[in-house]
Each structure stands twice: as C-alpha cells, then as structure tokens.
C-alpha cells in the first residue's frame, strides 16, 4: 500500500525518532525490523559501475560490517580524498537493539537490510537516508560535523489510525510529561567513560495499561533536549490524539504507543513540517 508523503528539498541532517506506546511487554518492540522511509539525495550526483567512488563507497560499507559496532550501535566512517570520490558513512541503532549478544546481532541485520535498502531504493546515487524500525543509515559526499547540528529538515511521522477512547486531552497531557521525564535521562555515559548514548526508555500505567515510550538522539547530535522536546510538539495535530505515533529525523527520533496487547502497525504516514507552512517542495510516495 503507498502513502504520500513530503520531504524539503534543502536536506539537513536526520532527526531519529520518538516513539509511544501502551503494550502489555516491552520486549513485544522487537519483532520487527520493518522499512519505514527514504530518501534519495539525488543533488549529489550519481556514480558510475567500477568508480572510485563506488569502490570507497563499498570499502566503508566493509569496514563497518566487519567492525564490532553492534556493541555501540553506532558507526561514522569515511573514505576518500577528493569531493568527487568522497564517501562517509553513518549508522544509529535502536538504543535497545545493541549492547548484547541478544541485541547486537539486531544491530547487524539491520545494517546489511539498511544497505540493500539503499542499493535498492537509490541505485547509483552517490547520497541517501533510510530508516527502518531498528536503525537509520546515512550516505553522504559530505562529511558530517561532530557535533552536527540539529536538522529540523527530512522530518515525518507515523501513527496508529485508532483515537484515543478515554479523555483524549488528559492522555496527551500524560503522554507530554512522560517524555519531559525521558529527554532529562536522555545522556548516559558508558561504563567506560569515553561515550554519551543518547537513548532513554520507560513504562508508566496509565489507568489499567502501561504506557511505553522511547526516545534517542543520533550520537554526533550536539543539542539531543531540544531535538527531542521539539519533535514530542509533533506527536499530535490539531486535537487529533492517536493510540500511537513516532516522530522520524536525522537527529532525533521520539515513539509512544497506546496499545492494548495487539501490535496493531502505524501506517499513516505524514510529513512533519519544521516551520508553520504545511508545504513541501518535493513530493514522493514511500511502500510503507
């Protein structure tokens, strides 16, 4: 089934996502790894069979599958020395998809799916983003600032077609403050000192289920908070309060949902406009 969607043409880096729920186990998040959105960058060109470019673009897609990232869930490489065969290279996990045995081998599938993805959905192109369920895959000419600011650009949501049954408003007042609480817990340092991961998760009961939410910031994101308290303003629409919803970018990514034990999927997909005009300049149609 396809969505119309719509995507700026000026591109600025992803924000991840955020995301809600109401779901009898957590661990029922990680079933799937499914695709949710791209983005070809056709303004950077594209690149013939046997180029350098490809070559350093197949030597960085190497390089990382044969890396122990799983156990950050993060990777930025690059390769090249001039602008025209100049590739670099992002991947962001899940913040629960790593970390483990059980959870990095995740973290791996998805970036061999990210990759094919890629290949698939823009051959030869020399740029592109792809998100799916458990990571974001960036491909770029040019190189990524650390830190990066955030790029309120390339934004788009998801969300359950069901309404809330109960008081709508008092749901979305709860669901608001409970990410309030998640973005001050956003920072974590790693037992070795020497990363930020910028994830958080939690469950609160909300009346006779538990709510579930999650949010996380790409890692070279330089200002997580505001990404974040930024993208939960984009949860809901004009009173229009959903069982459940997920906000993507290329910095920052928020989920919540509101299900009763059935994984019901998100398929509505809308674009999320940074400024107050609805508009966007290029229209695309996204499998979802």
Known sequence: MKFSYSLSQRFSFPILAM?????????????????LNHKCLFNQGKYNSGSEYEKNLNWVFHYIRTRPFENVGFSHTSNGTTTSNFATVVL??????????????KCRTCLDTAILGFRKRCPSIKGG????DQCFLYVSTVDIENPSRTNYENVFSMHNPN??????????KRVLDFFSELTLKVEKTT???FRIILYAA??????????YAMVQCLELT???KNCLTWSTTKLFKNDDIKQGARVFGSNCDVRIFNWLGNLEPITQL??????????????TSVDC
């Open 222 to 224: 330089m200002d997580c």
């Open 129 to 132: 983003m792809i998100w799916y």
């Open 163 to 172: 309404n809330v049954k109960e008081d709508a408003k008092l749901f979305a």
């Open 19 to 35: 995301q809600f729920l109401i779901i009898h186990s957590v661990s029922s998040l990680n079933l799937t790894n499914e695709y």
């Open 202 to 211: 939690g469950e609160k009961k909300l009346g006779k289920n538990t709510l």
């Open 270 to 283: 809308t674009c999320v406009p940074s400024s107050v005009s609805d508009s966007f300049a290029l229209m």
């Open 191 to 193: 037992s070795d000192g």
């Open 92 to 105: 962001q996990c899940r913040g629960d998809s790593y970390g483990s045995k059980s959870y990095g081998s």
